[in-house]
């Protein structure tokens, strides 16, 4: 930076022009500045001697012990060890919001592959303008899910009543699953189960039935009288499955379906 910059002390409000330059500054904030930008020939002239330090930060955030003043002496234009160690640390910050974004999203596929509406991450080819790829969030209900599938097998017990349709789909990890359940009266807690060719059982899914159910033609409420849909996957691959069970907390065996 300039040495008539470096004189002066620097206003709080101009720092931001350090995260701006880094690109780390959400829509809002990064309007903000824009606009004080375009009345502040001091932070016009810093973002253009900043320009270019983002990898030289972002390599440094991932050493340990970073933010050493030690970066100014490789640049041309030598920022002062106070602005130097508050841009790493913005990277390191900036890094690690990334990576517990990036936890959280693995932990909420988890669970609702287990059991909640479906969610895939999915790139496209870029935005219509060329600009660069984008990921899309693409989701689905369990009732969607199960339709997407061509692949269903369908029981009904005669002694519970219970019917059960299965829908499957291969895929690399194992197989994944969709279930349609009716005649089912509550309050029940039930899983849905995979038996493999091997007699291994798998768990593919839980949930709790209500006290009137799903799926009763002459149920007391309209959500009883759907259809319940549950999404899951199990670890086998489809022609490793034999059957599929719907059980009760009790081990009790309420339908049956052949794969």
Request: with cysteine; proline share 5%.
């Amino acid at each position: 930076m300039s040495g008539s910059m470096m004189g002066s002390p620097v206003p709080n409000e101009h720092e931001t022009v350090g995260a701006y330059a880094l690109g780390i500054l959400d829509d809002a904030e990064a309007t903000a500045f824009e606009a004080h930008l375009a009345t502040c020939e001091w932070c016009a002239q810093q973002l253009d001697e900043l320009a270019g330090m983002e990898p030289m930060l972002a390599a440094l955030a991932d050493l340990p012990g970073s933010g050493t003043p030690a970066i100014g002496e490789s640049l041309s234009a030598k920022p002062s060890p106070r602005i130097v160690n508050k841009l790493v640390d913005e990277v390191s910050e900036h890094r690690a919001q990334k990576r517990r974004r990036s936890m959280y999203m693995v932990a909420a596929a988890a669970a609702l592959i287990i059991g909640g509406p479906f969610v895939a991450i999915a790139a496209n080819g870029g935005d219509s303008d060329g600009g660069p790829k984008q990921n899309q969030v693409l989701a689905a209900t369990p009732k969607e899910l199960f339709e997407s599938m061509s692949d269903k097998v369908s029981a009904t017990d005669s002694s519970t009543g219970v019917s059960a349709t299965v829908a499957m789909q291969e895929k690399a990890w194992g197989t994944s699953l969709g279930l349609e359940l009716k005649g089912v009266k509550g309050p029940l807690k039930c899983s849905l189960i995979a038996v493999g060719t091997n007699g291994e059982r798998w768990t593919a899914s839980t949930w709790s039935v209500g006290k009137w159910g799903y799926g009763i033609p002459n149920g007391k409420t309209a959500e009883s009288k759907q259809p319940l849909y549950i999404g899951g996957a199990v670890a086998p691959a489809q022609n490793d499955i034999d059957h599929f069970e719907v059980v009760d907390s009790d081990g009790n065996k309420l339908v049956q379906v052949a794969a």
